[in-house]
């Protein structure tokens, strides 16, 4: 079972006191599935939990930051910066089968009008996508096909690559 909890520096609402977390002596045997740590990272929301493997998962939020973390112990493995607004969506990319470097890979999205590919294994960013007219709002991926879609005010049809294979513009909420 996972024993951490996601903290920000976000001091809490209304006139509630922050009680001190409570750590475990040494002469204290630690049980992994009832105790609890605070994972420390983020500075802001954190809106997006992804899981990478068995092992990691990352999350990401409103301070733009994306922390890559080990799922048993809570430790921060990597801190990813590339993004100067929040995080608006995030996946997991995997790698190719076929491939022999079998790397990690996620995308992410901001309110700064980019998509960023990101090695999770060496927290190297690998690509930068930054010709959108709008916020990306949502990102998926079509293993089948091999493609990823973005869609905000557009729709984008992506190939490994980074290759814009098909766009549709000008969507909006706001009816017909």
């Known amino acids: 079972m996972l024993r951490w909890l996601i903290g920000g520096s976000r001091e809490p609402q209304g006139l509630a006191e922050k009680s001190p977390l409570q750590t475990i ?3 204290q045997t630690q049980n992994p599935y009832t105790e609890l740590l ?3 990272a983020h500075h802001d929301i954190v809106r997006f939990l992804v899981r990478l493997d068995d092992y990691r998962f990352v999350s990401a939020g409103d ?3 994306v922390v890559v973390w080990n799922a048993q ?3 921060k493995l990597l801190e990813l910066n590339g993004h100067t607004q929040k995080i608006t969506a995030i ?3 995997p790698s190719l089968e076929a491939c022999e470097e079998k790397n990690q890979l996620i995308l992410t999205a901001s309110a700064d009008r980019t ?3 990101w090695n999770c294994d060496t927290g190297r960013q690998v690509q930068k996508v930054s010709c959108f007219q709008s916020t990306v709002k949502c990102l998926t991926f079509l293993q089948r096909l091999d493609v990823w879609l973005s869609g905000g005010n557009d729709l984008c049809v992506w190939n490994r690559k980074l290759d814009l294979l098909c766009k549709t513009s000008h969507l909006s909420d706001t009816g017909w």
Do not use: Q
């Open 38 to 40: 605070v994972l420390k």
């Open 25 to 27: 002596g040494e002469e």
């Open 115 to 117: 998509v960023i590919v």
């Open 73 to 75: 112990t809570g430790e």
């Open 63 to 65: 301070d733009g930051l």
């Open 91 to 93: 996946i997991a990319f």
